[in-house]
């Protein structure tokens, strides 16, 4: 089975990608590191979540249908230990299909992991690690539905946070229209558009973070 990255960025894709970033750092000094990861987490929670869910749900539509036609020494207790396992399959089934997985995991905590898993790439890419402290990342979690645009401090201190949240809603609308990788060139362009606007032009060419975008399966 194809992973998700594959299915969504074809190696000319990646190319194209590749060749945006150089475009775009051509007209600023800021260093732009695109970073897309299968998932943030495995996510251990959400398979006995749904078994449990799952399990509760067939209890009681089994307790339903022996009070209304059980009795006269039926087996009930059987039916509903049978309604109660064959939730339990149900819902760790269920618990496989990302839509679901995403509902039992929870916005707030997909939140939450996604945050600390771009902080984690941050650090791990060294965008930090510029002269002028103007590196940005932008971080793409295929699984949880999430992106975020993370800039260093000589960039951050200048751009207002609702610049980088439009441009990560962007992005995200682009994923969810199935062009990921026309989405993805459009918000390095938009990136390198907004910080040559705040003041970070182009000082020299030399490139102190690989163009080259990250793709993780992890």
């Not at 962007?170 to 606007?197: D, K, S």
């Amino acid at each position: 089975m194809p992973r998700r990255i594959d299915t969504f960025f074809s190696k000319a894709d990646r190319e194209a990608i590749q060749a945006a970033t150089t475009a775009a750092e051509r007209k600023t000094a800021g260093e732009l590191v695109v970073y897309v990861t299968e998932r943030c987490d495995p996510h251990p929670e959400v398979a006995w979540k749904g078994a449990l869910i799952g399990g509760a749900l067939g209890a009681l539509c089994a307790s339903v249908t022996v009070w209304r036609f059980g009795g006269w020494g039926a087996p009930d207790h059987l039916w509903i230990l049978i309604g109660f396992q064959l939730g339990l399959v149900a819902g760790w089934v269920a618990s496989r299909f990302d839509g679901v997985a995403r509902r039992l995991i929870g916005e707030e905590a997909l939140d939450s992991r996604v945050d600390g898993r771009a902080a984690e790439a941050f650090l791990d890419e060294q965008v930090f690690a510029t002269r002028e402290r103007t590196g940005v990342l932008i971080f793409v979690a295929l699984f949880e539905h999430r992106v975020l645009v993370l800039a260093d401090e000589g960039i951050d201190e200048r751009v207002a946070d609702e610049a980088w949240d439009e441009i990560s809603s962007e992005l995200a609308l682009g994923i969810r229209r199935g062009r990921p990788a026309a989405a993805l060139i459009h918000g390095v362009e938009r990136c390198a558009a907004l910080l040559e606007a705040h003041g970070v032009q182009a000082a020299d060419q030399e490139n102190q973070l690989s163009d080259e975008p990250r793709f993780r399966h992890d």
